[in-house]
């Protein structure tokens, strides 16, 4: 069984920093795209940042600039550095990794979320 545990979110004023880490635990034979998604209330989840095994990024418009994914394939775990933080990035942030577990084929796993909250 894959579990993605995620860390890393809290409080910080705005233009402040924080750094989200996700780790994928369990029996993982192929470790595929890894990504930060985000979601507000009563909005659909949305892409912020991911990485392809090839190392291959893409952001979104907003967090261009500011934001950057990393990963440590040999610890099977996703970053996000969170730079010049607004308090428009205030939402929940979900770890997704695509990965080959026990069984032959790829699979989408997800991870609990983690607050995060810029504010004065």
């Known amino acids: 069984q894959v579990q993605l545990v995620e860390s890393g979110g809290g409080l910080v004023t705005p233009g402040g920093s924080l750094r989200l880490s996700c780790a994928a635990s369990?029996?993982?034979?192929?470790?595929?795209?890894m990504a930060w998604y985000r979601q507000a209330p009563g909005k659909q989840r949305e892409l912020v940042a991911s990485m392809t095994s090839a190392a291959t990024t893409t952001y979104a418009d907003a967090v261009k600039g500011r934001f950057t994914i990393s990963r440590d394939n040999a610890k099977t775990t996703v970053y996000l550095q969170m730079n010049s933080l607004l308090p428009a990035d205030t939402v929940v942030y979900y770890c997704?990794?695509?990965?080959?577990?026990?069984?032959?084929?790829?699979?989408?796993?997800w991870g609990q979320g983690t607050q995060v909250t810029v504010s004065s």
């Open positions: 997704y990794a695509h990965i080959r577990g026990g069984a032959p084929t790829y699979n989408d796993y």
């Open positions: 369990g029996t993982i034979t192929g470790l595929g795209s």
